[in-house]
């Protein structure tokens, strides 16, 4: 069971299966203003001889494993970036050293999702001023060109940890240039497995299990570009520095072609029974400094956070509809918080992935993860067609695979019966 589980979850990030007609993604565009010299301040933090914002030449913006960067043309910049992700803004000197990053509604990135004109909406930031390593804006986008629902601002302030530690993650090896630049970053991000309870038929209501009952298993995921890691060697987690774990094991260790890679790491050590034994611990990684280490090369420090995410976790319920002979057409879709509040998809996914199971093994899987061509916004998560119709005799389970708005997993189990 294990060692099919451990294949099932990998094979999640290879396969393609063009089930879904994506449209061409949609670009927001961000503009601002930087103060003239004389009227910037230095960030609060920062020491004597430190950067100011007029110091900043570049903005780069980044959102999952990618980025674009603009300069800044007499005070002024426009950059644009696609719409459906979390999207940081970090300010650059001329040689690429960071000066702070864009902080809004009490976020550390810019969501750019719930957007008033769609792919179409462009956000003027107007004038910006630096708080330590904040970069705030005269004109506030959420609540503006940005609409959320409360739930989903306040998940997002939670499972958007990752975008806190920027500043200090974004030149992990120390060479003065944002690691993303050459290619050299490491994201670090949270995985969660969970078992939510059972799929709905045409027959029967879904279940979502009751918060107490289902199981969450944890795990962290390091994705890095392909000159972190060149020699494709052993990739290890250790840490956090300020309670170090005795063992962490990567459960999974990927070079992509083109040398990208994808790694995962649970804490070893663990006694566990359930579905994910293997891929995941029953608690969550300690926040704190760990260092990556691939071969022989110097480690890496990065910074981990993330916040009590539980009841935060949008949980895609699916119910399974079929045809006259029992073939599965679509599914349909609800999505809930573990509390069964509804929560909007659309403003806290970017994919979303089945995999069909029998007793026997794996019957197909619809859709790919950490596939960013498509345009979220487009995409009705709600209702997914399944065309041609397949087949599903002897189901057992059914699992959900998405990635949220700031690149955490999530893999949601839903059987066909009690246990
Ligand atoms: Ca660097």
Redesign the pocket.
């Known amino acids: 069971m294990k060692k099919y589980l451990l294949l099932f979850i990998a094979v999640f990030l290879l396969i393609h299966c063009g089930v879904f007609e994506f449209l061409t993604r949609q670009y927001v565009t961000i503009s601002g203003r930087i103060p003239p010299p004389y009227l910037d301040k230095r960030g609060a933090a920062s020491p004597g001889d430190a950067l100011t914002l007029s110091d900043a030449q570049k903005v780069l913006a980044f959102y999952g494993n990618h980025y674009s960067l603009s300069e800044i043309r007499n005070g002024s910049f426009s950059i644009g970036t696609p719409a459906g992700w979390a999207t940081a803004l970090a300010f650059l000197d001329s040689g690429n050293a960071f000066i702070g990053n864009l902080f809004c509604g009490g976020l550390n990135m810019l969501p750019l999702v719930g957007l008033i004109d769609g792919g179409q909406t462009a956000i003027d930031l107007s004038n910006l001023t630096l708080d330590g390593c904040s970069v705030i804006p005269e004109h506030d986008p959420l609540g503006n060109e940005i609409i959320l629902d409360d739930e989903v601002l306040e998940c997002l302030r939670i499972t958007g940890a990752y975008f806190a530690s920027l500043a200090a993650n974004i ?9 993303i630049l ?1 290619e ?1 970053q490491v994201i670090l991000t949270s995985r969660f497995v969970l078992e939510g309870g059972l799929y709905g038929t045409d027959t029967s209501d879904a279940v979502l299990y009751d918060s107490s009952r289902y199981r969450l298993g944890y795990s962290l995921r390091a994705e890095g570009g392909r000159n972190v890691a060149p020699d494709q060697g052993d990739i290890r987690l250790s840490g956090p520095q300020e309670d170090p774990y005795a063992q962490i094991d990567v459960w999974q260790q990927l070079y992509l072609a083109g040398g990208d890679f994808i790694a995962s790491f649970k804490v070893g050590g663990y006694e566990d029974s359930s579905l994910s034994e293997g891929i995941s611990s029953p608690y969550p990684f300690r926040f704190g400094t760990y260092t990556l280490t691939v071969g022989n090369l110097p480690g890496r420090t990065l910074y981990y956070s993330n916040m009590g995410v539980e009841p935060y976790l949008a949980l895609a319920v699916p119910t399974l509809r079929t045809d006259a002979d029992g073939k599965l057409t679509s599914i349909g879709l609800e999505y809930r918080l573990p509390d069964g509040t509804p929560v909007d998809p659309v403003q806290l996914l970017t994919d979303i992935t089945f995999q069909f199971d029998s007793h026997e093994g794996r019957l197909f899987q619809l859709g790919e993860l950490y596939d960013l061509t498509d345009a979220p916004s487009e995409v009705d998560f709600s209702e997914i067609s399944v065309r041609p119709s397949r087949n599903i005799d002897g189901l057992c389970r059914v699992t959900v695979g998405y990635i949220d708005l700031v690149g955490n997993e999530y893999n949601v189990i839903w059987f066909d019966r009690e246990p």
């Not at 030149?171 to 690691?179: E, N, Q, T, V």
Request: no cysteine.
């Open positions: 030149d992990s090896d120390g060479d003065g240039i944002p690691d050459n050299k």
